[in-house]
């Protein structure tokens, strides 16, 4: 079964930076397309980047572009999102998953615990 687990959350101040990776066992990842997505207090969770299998399609909600870079590691089975310029409006928590997007899955697989991002201002 799939384990899916995020890490590099963190307090920061607005203007900072994060790094977060996302580690993945019981399955390779390198022939999905990976997304990250958050939940902020209150919302739904909504998908932030993913990034095609090769890393040759990438998607950015409009309101991280040119501030986050997702990127990936296949051979160690890793996503990462660097997040720089961090805003309060970034808090959330933050999760990894598979994505339908540029022909990925349509069933993400189980939800890991996720990454807690604290953007204080």
């Known amino acids: 079964q799939v384990q899916l687990v995020e890490s590099g959350g963190g307090l920061v101040q607005a203007g900072g930076s994060l790094r977060l990776s996302c580690a993945a066992s019981g399955r390779t990842v390198s022939s999905y397309t990976m997304g990250w997505f958050r939940r902020a207090p209150g919302k739904e969770r909504d998908i932030v980047a993913a990034?095609?299998?090769?890393?040759?399609?990438?998607y950015y909600r409009d309101s991280v572009k040119g501030r986050f870079t997702i990127s990936r590691d296949n051979a160690k089975n890793t996503v990462y999102l660097q997040m720089n310029s961090l805003k309060p409006e970034d808090t959330a928590v933050y999760y990894c998953?598979?994505?339908?997007?540029?022909?990925?899955?349509?069933?993400?697989?189980?939800w890991g615990q996720g990454t807690q991002v604290t953007v204080s201002s």
């Open positions: 998953n598979v994505s339908p997007l540029f022909g990925g899955p349509a069933i993400l697989w189980t």
């Open positions: 990034i095609n299998w090769s890393g040759g399609r990438i």
